[in-house]
C-alpha cells in the first residue's frame, strides 16, 4: 500500500491523510481513482475535466479550490404507506417497442415497469402518454409502476417540479422516488451529496398523493444503511435497488446480504424489496422480487430462460425439453425456432412470454 500512497500524492494529498477518500479510498484499493487519473492525463466523457462539464470539479484538490459546504440533512416528514406487493417477477417493458407490450390475446399482466428516462428522450412518445395517461396510452389495466432510474444525464436536468408535473400527466399507479448517482471511486463527499440529495428528494415525494417506492443507493454499505434508515423514518415499506452494476461486477453478494440486514432490523419482517435490473433469479434469496428488461432483450436475441439461466434456444442442453407454461403449451426450444422462420413476430412474443412466466415462478 506504501507504493500506492506515494504514486497518488501526485494529486497533492496523501491517500493517508485526505480529506477527500476513505483512508485508503476504494480508488486506491482497486486503482481507480479518477482525480489520480485525470492528473495523469485520462479523461472520462461527461465525468472528469475538462471535458463539457466535471462532476467531481467542486471536490477535487487540484488547484487549491476549498471544498463547497456540506448539503443540509432535511428535516423529514413522515406518511402511513402499505406494501405494494410486487409480485415475484414485474417486467420492465420498453415503451418505444410495443412487441414488449404482450398484454391482451388473452394473456395478463398484474403489474409493469415503465422507466421513465425513454419517455424524456421520445418527446413525441412522452407528449402522447402525457395527454392520455400511461394506462391508456398502454392500453394496460393492470398497475403501472414508474422507474425514476436514468442516466446520470438526464437525472441533474430534472427538479422536483418537473418530476410532479411528469407524475400528473403520466397518473401511474405508484412511482420510485428520484434516482441519484453514487461511485465507489470518486470522493466520498460527492457520495454523501447526493446520497443527502435523494433524502432530501423522497422528502420532497411524500407531498404526492400516490404510493411510493423507495430506492437503496449509496457508494458504500454506510451510506446504504444510512439512506434505508432515513426513508423507514419517513415511512416506507417497499424498496428496489438498482443492482446491474453490482451484479454485472459480482458485487452483489457482498451488498445484499447488509442490505437485508439493515431493512430486517428496521422494519422486522414488514417491508418488500425487489432488485432493478438485475436479469437472473438469485436462488437463495427466495423472498427478493425482481424486475429487469433482460427477458425481452434477450427474448429479440433468441435467449431461452430455463431453470435460472438464459439459454440459446439452440442450446443442446435444453433444446428439446417440454415447457407446459401458458406460451409454451408443450412446446419445445426447437419448436419455437422452427417457429421463428415461419412467423417471427408470433415466435418472439412467444419466447418473450415464457421468459416472463419462468421467472416469475
Not at 462539464?53 to 448539503?71: K, S
Not at 433524502?199 to 451510506?223: C, E, H, M, T, Y
Not at 417457429?339 to 412467444?350: P, S
Request: overall charge neutral; proline content about 5%; some cysteine.
Amino acid at each position: 500500500m506504501k507504493n500506492n500512497v506515494l504514486r497518488r500524492s501526485r494529486c497533492g494529498f496523501d491517500c493517508v491523510s485526505c480529506p477527500y477518500f476513505k483512508k485508503p479510498c476504494i480508488g486506491c484499493v482497486i486503482e481507480t481513482c479518477l482525480v489520480d487519473k485525470c492528473t495523469r492525463g485520462t479523461s472520462y466523457t461527461g465525468i472528469t475535466h475538462p471535458r463539457s462539464f466535471c462532476r467531481l470539479r467542486q471536490y477535487c484538490p487540484i488547484g487549491g479550490r476549498d471544498r463547497p459546504p456540506p448539503m443540509r440533512i432535511p428535516s423529514l416528514g413522515r406518511k402511513q404507506m402499505t406494501k405494494m406487493k410486487f409480485s415475484m417477477f414485474i417486467p420492465e417493458i420498453d415503451i418505444t417497442d410495443q412487441r414488449s407490450w404482450v398484454w391482451g390475446e388473452g394473456f395478463q399482466l398484474p403489474a409493469i415497469f415503465v422507466p421513465l428516462w425513454q419517455l424524456l428522450i421520445n418527446e413525441e412518445i412522452l407528449s402522447q402518454a402525457s395527454g392520455k395517461g400511461l394506462h391508456d396510452y398502454l392500453g394496460f389495466g393492470g398497475r403501472i409502476f414508474l422507474s425514476t432510474v436514468m442516466p446520470d444525464e438526464l437525472i441533474d436536468k430534472l427538479e422536483t417540479k418537473d418530476y410532479f408535473e411528469l407524475i400528473e400527466k403520466l397518473r401511474p399507479n405508484a412511482t420510485m422516488i428520484p434516482d441519484n448517482y453514487t461511485y465507489t471511486d470518486v470522493p466520498l463527499y460527492q457520495s454523501w451529496s447526493q446520497t443527502i440529495r435523494l433524502v432530501s428528494l423522497a422528502n420532497d415525494f411524500l407531498k404526492l398523493d400516490i404510493p411510493l417506492i423507495g430506492l437503496v443507493k449509496g457508494a458504500n454499505l454506510r451510506q446504504m444503511d444510512w439512506i434505508i434508515r432515513k426513508q423507514v423514518e419517513m415511512g416506507f415499506v417497499s424498496f428496489a435497488m438498482p443492482a446491474r452494476e453490482f451484479f454485472e461486477e459480482e458485487m452483489l453478494d457482498y451488498f445484499l446480504p447488509q442490505i437485508l440486514l439493515a431493512l430486517k432490523r428496521s422494519l422486522k419482517k414488514d417491508f418488500e424489496f425487489l432488485l432493478y435490473g438485475v436479469g437472473v433469479r438469485l436462488r437463495e434469496y427466495k423472498d427478493v422480487s425482481y424486475s429487469n428488461l433482460s427477458w425481452f432483450l434477450r427474448a429479440k436475441r433468441g435467449e431461452y430462460y430455463w431453470d435460472g439461466l438464459f439459454y440459446d434456444l439452440r442450446d443442446s442442453s435444453i433444446r428439446f425439453e417440454e415447457c407446459y407454461c401458458e406460451a409454451c403449451k408443450g412446446m419445445m426450444p426447437q419448436d419455437i425456432i422452427d417457429l421463428w422462420f415461419e412467423d417471427k413476430e408470433r415466435a418472439l412474443r412467444t419466447l418473450a412470454v415464457h421468459n416472463i412466466l419462468d421467472l416469475s415462478r
